[in-house]
């Protein structure tokens, strides 16, 4: 086989598996803020337990997300040499970023949270909450930035044949930047609010005991899902207008796009410079599920009466449509990635040019090696989550009061 089709299969099967980590904190993490706010606020025991509960899953999947995250970046040394060495210098400075102030400062946050249940004030608590909400915020910006500069390059200078960065403030203001940040946040709000609302519906169908906690929990869910839904939908129609100008082959094949394929024909040769029909087939299924989310609006009604427990479709349609944001993630993915090919950095590097040079059966290892490490890591994730929620929010691990120390018996004095 090819060494760039390797790399390549290898990059989209590790960076769609960490992606789906992603989209999971960036949407829990939200929606538990919220719950330990309206604790905090009303002193509801409900909330102190949903947040208890949904904060055990979002430990288990942020863990597990930063060791998938620690596998993707070998990648870029391993199999990207020619990426890092012609751009690194422009798509390293976010990537730095990201990592010295939003991960570093999220996981010593999230540290501090997991670890200063009774042991510091609610205020003080639920402030490092907030912390972690913001600063996993922020690592999604960094991410995107970068992400936007390889799809539309701007603000450098090419110096001895390396691009270097002159402009950091044109990374901040790319066209290709606002409107697909946004897209991905909301769609980590509708990741988060779909599984909230299935694990909850699931409790439901089984006639859990804490029926009214599961239904509260299953309220929030939908409720976040139905307002996410429509601003994916929003954001993601959105981009058509900068994608267009900024990339004119990626959707079509207008003036504007042959003039560029004529431009790079002449700078680097004839080729083939339409990107591969998966980049339209997977904007379209996306869509398409897109429509089908926008039905949670119909649920809405049904969950202020009192007899939702006792209708089991609807539940059984929050728990079956599950799998629809998670694939529409992928497939959004998909469009943004493989619409750029065949360049990594659009009309500047190509993709062929930026693989290392490793023969066949060393890329063939790597990709069997680095997927067989990712896919465990994402089986061993789901397994742990659906265990704990199977369980129920009766008494998380998390943020459970210390044991009380008991008193030694003290035994009867011997006789003499």
């Known amino acids: 086989m090819d060494t760039l089709l390797l790399a390549r299969l290898q990059f989209a099967t590790t960076t769609s598996l960490h992606f789906l980590f992603v989209v999971v904190t960036l949407g829990l993490v939200t929606l538990l803020v919220g719950l330990q706010t309206a604790w905090v606020v009303t002193g509801n025991p409900a909330y102190e337990r949903l947040t208890r509960f949904w904060g055990q899953l979002y430990v288990i999947n942020y863990v597990l997300g930063i060791a998938t995250g620690i596998v993707m970046e070998f990648q870029f040394g391993l199999n990207w040499s020619g990426l890092s060495r012609y751009v690194g210098n422009v798509f390293g400075a976010p990537l730095a970023i990201e990592t010295l102030v939003a991960f570093f400062l999220e996981s010593t946050f999230l540290g501090m949270w997991i670890f200063g249940w009774h042991r510091l004030r609610k205020g003080v608590h639920l402030a490092l909450l907030w912390g972690v909400a913001l600063t996993a915020y922020a690592s999604a910006f960094w991410i995107m930035v970068a992400n936007s500069w390889l799809q539309n390059p701007v603000g450098y200078e090419l110096r001895d044949g390396i691009a270097h960065l002159t402009d950091f403030g044109a990374l901040l203001t790319n066209p290709s930047l606002g409107m697909a940040f946004g897209h991905v946040l909301s769609a980590g709000l509708l990741v988060g609010g779909m ?222």
């Open 195 to 416: 599984l909230m609302a299935a694990v909850s519906a699931w409790h439901l169908l089984r006639r859990t005991p804490d029926v009214a906690l599961f239904r509260l929990s299953l309220r929030i869910g939908l409720i976040t899902a139905a307002l996410a839904i429509t601003l994916v939908q929003g954001f993601g129609f959105a981009q058509f207008g900068p994608v267009g100008q900024v990339q004119p082959t990626k959707f079509g094949q207008g003036p504007e796009a042959q003039a560029r394929i004529a431009e790079w024909t002449t700078t680097f040769g004839p080729g083939d410079y339409t990107p591969p029909v998966l980049a339209n087939v997977g904007l379209g299924f996306m869509i398409l599920i897109g429509f089908t989310l926008g039905c949670v609006w119909l649920l809405l009604p049904l969950l202020f009466r009192d007899w939702i427990i006792r209708l089991r479709f609807p539940l059984w349609l929050v728990l079956l449509a599950l799998p629809l944001p998670f694939i529409a993630v992928i497939l959004g993915w998909i469009a943004r990635e493989v619409g750029r090919q065949p360049w990594v950095a659009y009309g500047l590097l190509p993709t062929e040019q930026a693989v290392s040079p490793v023969g066949a059966p060393v890329m063939l290892a790597s990709l069997v090696g680095f997927s067989l490490l990712l896919g465990t890591l994402a089986v061993a994730n789901w397994m742990l989550f659906a265990r704990h929620a199977a369980r129920g929010a009766h008494d998380p691990a998390l943020g459970r009061p210390p044991a009380q120390p008991t008193e030694p018996a003290h035994p009867e004095p011997a006789l003499a």
